[in-house]
């Protein structure tokens, strides 16, 4: 783990839904739910989030966000993917119309 | 250049955009007709980088360098471009792909060809997607090769829908049945070995698998996915646009409310309440969001069970199974698509 402030990927987007957070990594098309308490911690990452200044109660989120690039070091870039994005939308299903 | 009456201007577009970010919509889908042919499309790529919304591009890939060089600028937003290419060569391509003169025009097809390699060239992603029909369906193989040689992301292949405008020209249909099954099998597997993947929309026979679960609709449309037609005209889906008539539902128009409020409306209220009422005897009816524009497309009655369920009528627990499969039998046969589904 680096010591930089860390940012939301800059595909990250998310919103309140009904009684919990939707995550979006827009480029790549996944989705996560969170529990809504972490709506104030996800915003700190506006400004950037160090590591060492994350509380007890954050820690292990603070380091599932690492490990599934919803944030980076501030400066880094996300790796790019070969994948097939068009799969993860369901509406492209069109249930033998 | 013809542009159609009433269609969202770029500046308007601006707008929409604008109103989506501001109420968290994560990203948007621009498809046509042929969206780069909008007299605007440029000013519409700005303004997706101006809100920094994400977006997916589905498109023929005819367009010109000054397009192709805006695709490669956004490519950080870029989700995923979706090209069609319905053939091997300009015939097979172009037998429903025609110039704006009506004729197969082998230059349209080499530009599209070329945009491709291009693409390919840049390292950006991009999808085929074929639509099968009379002049492409025994070409399939030959296709496969070009597709191999392009190395997109994934290859759609689908049919034509018994919907709109495929009406007037019921003769071009072809059914994915008319191609042995294990033609499909043997396409699926070659491009998986070569890290493409192909997916088969709408083609119950060359994606059959024997499935021992029952088979209910999950469907995205107002619940987390909507359209918003050239026209501003919001609806679920495509299909309930095209399929469902205003004196059931008459949807909004995104010049005159926000999105906001189109989707918490009685207009999508109404719509995922009539999805939700599950059809007569159906034993999976409380997790089903049934296809009401199905039901209306083939029936003209929302509370008929969409095609796929009659099919599947026996394992479902539907009731009067017989009648409803000789009323989608005698449908089918009206919409010169009998082979379109196998009932039994």
Same mark, same amino acid.
């Given at each position: ?13 998310? #919103? ?13 098309? @996944? ?36 490990? *599934? /690039? ?11 993917? #070969? ?15 | ?7 969202? !201007? ?9 109103? *989506? ?8 889908? @621009? ?6 042919? $909008?007299?605007?499309?440029?000013? &519409? ?8 919304? $994400?977006?997916?591009?589905? !498109? ?22 979706? &090209? ?48 099968? $029909? ?50 499909? /099998? ?21 994606? =059959? ?12 449309? =107002? ?20 399929? @469902? ?44 969001? #049934? ?16 095609? $796929?369920?009659?099919? %599947? =009528? ?27 589904? %196998?009932?039994?």
């Amino acid at each position: 783990m680096k010591m930089g402030k860390y940012v939301l990927n800059k595909h990250i987007r998310y #919103r309140k839904e009904d009684g919990y957070i939707l995550v979006c990594n827009c480029k790549r098309l @996944i989705d996560y739910e969170l529990p809504l308490k972490y709506f104030r911690f996800l915003k700190e990452f506006k400004e950037g989030v160090k590591k060492g200044d994350v509380g007890k109660e954050n820690l292990s989120v603070f380091e599932d966000f690492c490990a *599934l /690039d919803i944030i980076v070091e501030k400066g880094e870039q996300p790796q790019k993917k #070969r994948e097939d994005v068009f799969k993860k939308l369901s509406y492209e299903e069109s249930e033998f119309v | 250049m013809y542009v159609p009456p009433n269609e969202l !201007t770029g500046k308007e577009w601006d707008t929409v955009f604008k109103d *989506l970010v501001t109420n968290n919509v994560f990203y948007v889908n @621009i498809s046509g007709g042929e969206p780069t042919v $909008h007299p605007d499309i440029i000013e &519409i790529f700005d303004s997706l980088k101006n809100h920094q919304l $994400h977006f997916i591009l589905t !498109t023929n890939g005819l367009f010109g360098s000054k397009i192709l060089s805006k695709i490669v600028e956004l490519e950080d937003l870029l989700i995923g471009l979706k &090209i069609s290419l319905d053939g091997p060569d300009y015939l097979s391509n172009g037998y429903i792909r025609r110039d704006v003169k009506k004729q197969i025009n082998e230059q349209e097809f080499n530009r599209t060809l070329k945009n491709l390699r291009t693409l390919k060239e840049n390292g950006i992603p991009f999808t085929i997607a074929t639509c099968i $029909h009379k002049g492409n369906i025994n070409k399939m193989h030959v296709m496969m090769n070009l597709v191999l040689d392009l190395e997109p992301v994934s290859w759609y292949i689908s049919t034509i829908s018994t919907s709109g405008r495929s009406f007037d020209n019921l003769e071009i249909f072809a059914s994915d049945s008319e191609l042995e099954k294990s033609k499909w /099998d043997e396409i699926k597997r070659v491009c998986a070995e070569n890290n493409i993947f192909v997916n088969y929309i709408d083609m119950p026979s060359a994606s =059959a698998k024997k499935k021992e679960s029952k088979f209910f609709y999950e469907c995205p449309a =107002a619940r987390s996915f909507c359209e918003i037609n050239s026209d501003g005209l919001v609806s679920p889906c495509p299909l309930a646009r095209v399929n @469902i008539p205003s004196k059931y539902l008459k949807f909004e128009n995104i010049r005159d409310k926000s999105i906001k409020d189109i989707w918490n409306g009685k207009v999508f209220k109404k719509f995922l309440d009539l999805s939700s009422q599950g059809c007569e005897g159906c034993e999976v009816k409380d997790n089903c969001d #049934r296809c009401i524009p199905q039901s209306i497309l083939w029936f003209n009655d929302h509370r008929f069970p969409p095609p $796929h369920c009659i099919q %599947n =009528a026996k394992k479902l627990g539907l009731k009067n199974q017989k009648e409803l499969k000789n009323l989608l039998k005698q449908k089918m046969e009206e919409l010169e698509r009998d082979n379109y589904i %196998n009932i039994k």
